[in-house]
């Protein structure tokens, strides 16, 4: 059974990449100088593709603990309506209603902390973006003339520069929170302190 899994895992993965993106195909089919070709296969591609993984992972994640979130607290409801006479059974009862309450609450505060499904929604935005733009460059053209390839940069250049603005005003706010509830646990112990 176990290399019926593999074989199937390893089957759909050759599949995945033998099939050539479309979007690829493209970049390789238009006569391009070769400052501009460096650009499309390594800039404007890793970049698109980063974006794409990156929105594909982060929906996934936010999936599975949404679901993991909706199974925990599905339980621990049925186990907290659950009133059965026998020693054994309650006891259990209360040991994984308590377990996955705690499990419950930490899955909440992850999905709730981390926020996987907004930043799964954005980085599919700055990748849809850059497919549209591609496209819209490169609408029936063999050839992209010098003006439409600088702004075309420009733009893409704006698309990544926004995502990183992001990053950095995250982190930011991350690391002001992080300060000032260390600040508050200084102050919170230093008044204990003083009191002793």
């Given at each position: 059974?176990r290399?019926a899994i ?11 990449k033998s ?7 493209t970049i390789?089919s238009?006569?391009?100088?070769p400052?501009q070709?460096?650009?499309f296969?390594n ?8 974006f794409?993984?990156?929105?594909t992972q982060n929906?996934?994640?936010g ?19 659950f009133?059965?006479?026998i020693?054994?059974a ?5 040991i994984?209603?308590f ?11 992850v ?14 935005v700055?990748s849809?973006?850059?497919?549209s ?17 600088l702004d075309?940069?420009t ?8 995502d ?12 002001e929170?992080q300060l000032?509830?260390?600040e508050?646990?200084?102050q919170a112990?230093g008044?204990g302190f003083?009191?002793?």
């Open positions: 059974m290399n593999t074989n199937f895992r390893l089957d759909r993965s050759k599949k995945q099939k050539p993106d479309k979007l690829w195909l390789q238009l006569e391009l100088t400052e070709r460096r650009f296969e800039r404007f591609w890793d970049q698109y593709n980063w794409s993984k990156k929105a929906q996934k994640r999936n599975k603990l949404g679901i993991g979130i909706l199974i925990a607290n599905t339980f621990v409801t049925s186990f907290a309506a009133n059965i006479g020693t054994g309650i006891k259990f009862i209360n994984s209603t377990t996955l309450s705690i499990c419950s609450t930490i899955t909440t505060q999905h709730k902390r981390y926020n996987f499904d907004q930043m799964g929604d954005e980085y599919r700055a849809e973006t850059l497919k733009m591609f496209w819209q460059l490169a609408a029936n053209k063999n050839y992209i003339p010098e003006a439409d390839y075309f940069v733009k893409v250049e704006g698309v990544i520069q926004g990183l603005q992001k990053f950095i005003v995250a982190q930011t706010k991350q690391n929170e000032q509830a260390q508050r646990r200084q112990s008044k003083l009191r002793g």
